[in-house]
């Protein structure tokens, strides 16, 4: 059981964002941008209300791989975007292999 004290009234900031994005690259096949989306409400402070995810943006590659876009003072093709992340994950993963194995911590004696 409860009891209502009382109500009040706030202002609450809602916005949309990405959430993630996916370049999905299946053998053979024009790749496929992937943005998924969300909905986030805050309150006044900045605290997290409520989030909940909103859609999905799709676009292929062969589509938008001319067009342009900018950020922080750069310009660069979608197509350009895309191998530079290719380039990244193929760094991050050649990084990744010349880590030495982590070692199995000793048996307890």
Same mark, same amino acid.
């Given at each position: 059981?409860?009891?209502?004290?009382?109500?009040?009234?706030?202002?609450?900031?809602?916005?949309?964002?990405?959430?993630?994005?996916?370049?999905? #690259?299946?053998? =053979?096949?024009?790749?496929?941008?992937?943005? &998924?989306? @969300?909905? /986030?409400? *805050?309150?006044?402070?900045?605290?997290?209300?409520?989030?909940?995810?909103?859609?999905?943006?799709?676009?292929?590659?062969?589509?938008?791989?001319?067009?342009?876009? #900018?950020?922080? =003072?750069?310009?660069?093709?979608?197509?350009? &975007?895309? @191998?530079? /992340?290719? *380039?990244?994950?193929?760094?991050?993963?050649?990084?990744?292999?010349?880590?030495?194995?982590?070692?199995?911590?000793?048996?307890?004696?």
């Amino acid at each position: 059981m409860s009891t209502t004290i009382g109500t009040e009234t706030v202002a609450i900031t809602t916005t949309e964002r990405t959430w993630r994005v996916q370049i999905e #690259t299946p053998r =053979g096949q024009d790749p496929v941008v992937v943005a &998924l989306r @969300e909905f /986030i409400k *805050t309150d006044p402070n900045g605290g997290v209300i409520s989030q909940m995810q909103s859609g999905m943006t799709r676009r292929q590659l062969s589509a938008i791989a001319s067009e342009s876009v #900018t950020a922080g =003072g750069v310009t660069v093709t979608y197509a350009q &975007l895309a @191998e530079l /992340i290719a *380039t990244a994950a193929d760094t991050f993963r050649a990084q990744d292999l010349a880590q030495p194995a982590p070692v199995a911590p000793a048996p307890a004696a």
